[in-house]
């Protein structure tokens, strides 16, 4: 996980522009969402999308930022991915 997270940061780094599409795999967004789970209203919602894997993106990204304001800064660059993942995701079904 921790080694996807580094690539896909440095590949959008790396890019001027980079497509919204670059983002971390399915797996890795649900894994990043297991490990900021806990028994806060924002954490409920992660710990939701861990179990299903599906949830509101407005609302997941939303408690993805709400938790980067907890977290050191490996916690931040992960939640960071998770949030560009979702916005991958909505970007997709857009297309």
């Not at 939303?62 to 938790?67: C, D, F, N, V």
């Amino acid at each position: 996980m921790a080694a996807e997270i580094a690539q896909v940061l440095d590949r959008r780094g790396s890019l001027k522009h980079p497509p919204v599409s670059l983002a971390v795999s399915d797996g890795v967004a649900v894994a990043i969402a297991g490990l900021f789970r806990n028994a806060a209203p924002s954490g409920e919602v992660l710990g939701n999308f861990y179990r299903t894997g599906s949830a509101d993106s407005t609302e997941l990204i939303e408690a993805a930022q709400l938790e980067q304001g907890f977290v050191g800064p490996e916690g931040h660059a992960a939640l960071y991915c998770l949030i560009g993942w979702v916005r991958a995701q909505v970007h997709a079904k857009s297309a």
